[in-house]
């Protein structure tokens, strides 16, 4: 495609993989419909003339900064028709553990790799695929676990390599696989690495990271960009008389994936894991990993509107697409295995999964297209936040925008396109908390998430406690924390002048960091210590063990539904038509797979009530005609 200019009009920008993310980003954020830029007053505007009246608002420099993103990026990918190749992450259900909050097995109040061990088969009833742990790796402990100081060991309060070595074990004994979660877009201050730069910040390893000269403080750092953990995001180093960057904590100093030693030693350990067994990894922020050459300032406009400046320029960085392809090739392929092999533990490529903040759908299909060769899943945020929300925001979360997300994404995929389905994780607040505080609708709440996320096409990621309808934390008091985010923006806030104790209760990552209730003994199951962060719930019936013999349990509807999926591919390969797809208050859906070989059709149709008031279907779905009671779900098999 030709180059964008000042004059290019904006329908030329809506062209664009990034242009079009950007766009529907804007429109996000501002609450305001796709009608705003597609309408041909607006879509024939040229980029100069748009800035000239968006300047009191933008600033200068907003332009700019958009042509030189869109510029370097590839042509869209064609959307193309057929049925997608049916391999096994996308018929699966991943889990994630957050390894620290899920079993505890030596009473020291964190939870560790034999506590999981020793409940492989709750994992494995529930129907699993694929296990997923969050950071296991050697660290300071700095972020949890997100700060790591040696990737190839395994942090003490975890466990050791032999206890690695035999969970991989028991999830392949049990035909499950086993992921892990690799962060490589920064590493641990404490890494060898970075010791090493410290000592000789000119030598090799200084080259390993974003070291910068200039004048200690109060001098300016290098550029202006804002750390995702508050304040700068550069750090002095009297020692090295340098700046480092860290866009999230201090502790955490970003890699400089320019130097080819970083991505040759990123691969080997990679293919260090894959030997062991581990069937793959979820990058951690691995769209950050490219950034712009210079470093230069963050626009302001920009800064503003995501809160963060600098984000602009690493966000989709001018190599992340060359990067990725070759960690690809020298990571994540096996070298010791034919190329059509198959199965936990010997997959030819290991499957590669992108948490990638920012990432629209169009370049989101740039990055798991099949025929790239780059990631195969990557996780989307923005369904977790509707219009003008972010995670901070005190606020109900309408499970139309859950529909309409869903509904938007798939009709923009073609056949070697695939999304994963999530709603939580370990870095927001539970949905069901979100969704509706009266825990009256707990369980139904929590029904009608199951069926959205399991019954729709695509991957479901399931976060440990979602099972039993996990549900916000009544955190008493600022003391209660333990998130190093939270903490930071706390201080922040008070700085400010602001109520910062209900800012960040609203959005804690905490909230999905408690521990995992087992039972109704001392600390629930979970440990015979002091756990390591409290427990701020005790309703009752909202336990493993209290849910295991309730056949009406939110446990029990997710195993139930896990089966049908692994019995009809209709409910994983199959195709996804919606009914009545504007409708805020209902959602409806068929799926539908034709046997190629025999021709026999299997065709569902699934409905939920996305309220909490009763829904009169529309005359239109199949079944009779009945109202749906509040967040009802109902699924039917057609002949």
């Avoid at 700019?64 to 391999?87: A, F």
């Avoid at 860290?246 to 990679?270: K, M, T, Y």
């Avoid at 994780?425 to 949905?431: E, F, S, T």
């Avoid at 427990?535 to 336990?543: C, I, P």
Wanted: charged share 25%; proline share 7%.
């Amino acid at each position: 495609m030709h180059p964008l200019t000042e004059r290019s009009q904006v329908r030329d920008v809506l062209k664009r993989p990034l242009g079009r993310d950007v766009i529907d980003k804007l429109l996000l954020q501002l609450g305001r419909s796709s009608k705003w830029v597609t309408n041909p007053l607006v879509s024939r505007m040229r980029l100069d003339q748009l800035e000239a009246i968006a300047r009191p608002v933008v600033g200068d420099g907003f332009v700019s900064t958009l042509l030189e993103l869109l510029n370097e990026l590839p042509d869209p990918n064609p959307i193309t028709h057929g049925e997608p190749t049916p391999t096994w992450w996308k018929q699966a259900v991943f889990y994630q553990v957050y390894p620290r909050s899920f079993a505890d097995s030596d009473d020291d109040g964190m939870g560790d790799v034999r506590g999981i061990i020793n409940h492989l088969d709750h994992i494995a009833d529930l129907g699993v695929d694929c296990l997923w742990l969050s950071p296991i790796f050697a660290s300071p402990d700095l972020d949890n676990g997100y700060d790591i100081s040696d990737y190839r060991a395994v942090m003490p309060e975890m466990g050791t390599l032999d206890d690695v070595d035999e969970l991989i074990r028991g999830c392949h004994e049990r035909g499950m696989r086993l992921i892990l979660d690799l962060v490589v877009n920064h590493t641990s201050d404490e890494h060898e690495w970075f010791r090493e730069a410290r000592q000789d910040p000119d030598g090799k390893y200084g080259q390993y990271y974003f070291l910068r000269g200039g004048d200690p403080p109060p001098a300016d750092p290098p550029n202006n960009w804002t750390s995702f953990f508050s304040g700068p995001a550069w750090r002095w180093l009297e020692d090295a008389e340098r700046w480092a960057l860290h866009l999230f904590a201090n502790g955490q100093l970003d890699l400089n994936w320019d130097n080819p030693e970083v991505r040759d030693e990123v691969a080997d350990i990679v293919q260090w894991w894959l030997a062991r067994g581990i069937d793959g990894f979820r990058l951690d922020v691995i769209n950050y990993i490219s950034k712009r050459e210079g470093l230069p300032d963050g626009n302001e406009f920009v800064g503003q509107l995501m809160e963060f400046r600098g984000v602009e320029h690493y966000f989709h960085g001018p190599h992340l697409h060359e990067y990725l392809a070759e960690l690809r090739r020298n990571g994540f392929t096996r070298r010791d295995v034919p190329p059509d092999s198959v199965g936990p533990g010997r997959d030819a490529v290991a499957v590669m999964i992108g948490e990638t903040p920012g990432i629209g759908i169009e370049v989101g299909r740039l990055l798991t297209a099949e025929d790239r060769g780059e990631m195969d899943l990557i996780f989307n945020f923005d369904v977790l936040e509707p219009a003008g929300r972010t995670r901070w925001h005190d606020y109900r979360y309408p499970l139309s925008h859950l529909k309409s997300h869903l509904v938007e994404y798939q009709s923009r995929l073609g056949s070697t396109d695939w999304m994963s389905l999530f709603v939580e994780n370990h870095d927001n607040p539970r949905m069901i908390s979100k969704v509706e505080p009266d825990p009256q609708y707990r369980t139904a709440v929590g029904k009608a998430i199951a069926a959205i996320q399991l019954l729709s096409r695509g991957t479901p990621f399931i976060y440990q406690g979602q099972e039993i309808a996990a549900v916000n934390q009544d955190f008493p008091d600022a003391l209660a924390l333990r998130d190093v985010e939270s903490v930071n923006r706390l201080a922040e806030a008070e700085v400010l002048g602001r109520d910062g104790l209900v800012e960040v209760m609203a959005g804690s990552r905490d909230h999905a960091r408690t521990p995992m209730r087992w039972d109704n003994t001392p600390n629930y199951g979970f440990t015979g210590g002091e756990p390591w962060i409290g427990f701020h719930e005790d309703s009752t019936g909202f336990t493993v063990a209290e849910q295991e013999a309730d056949p009406e349990s939110v446990l029990n509807f997710y195993r139930g539904l896990i089966r049908m999926r692994r019995r009809h591919k209709a409910l994983t390969m199959g195709s996804v038509r919606f009914v009545e797809p504007d409708r805020p208050d209902w959602f409806g859906w068929y799926r539908e797979y034709v046997d190629p070989d025999t021709g026999e059709r299997d065709r569902w149709f699934i409905q939920v009530n996305l309220t909490r008031h009763r829904v009169l279907p529309p005359t239109s779905a199949p079944g009779p005609l009945r109202l749906l009671a509040p967040y009802e779900v109902r699924i039917l098999q057609q002949d």
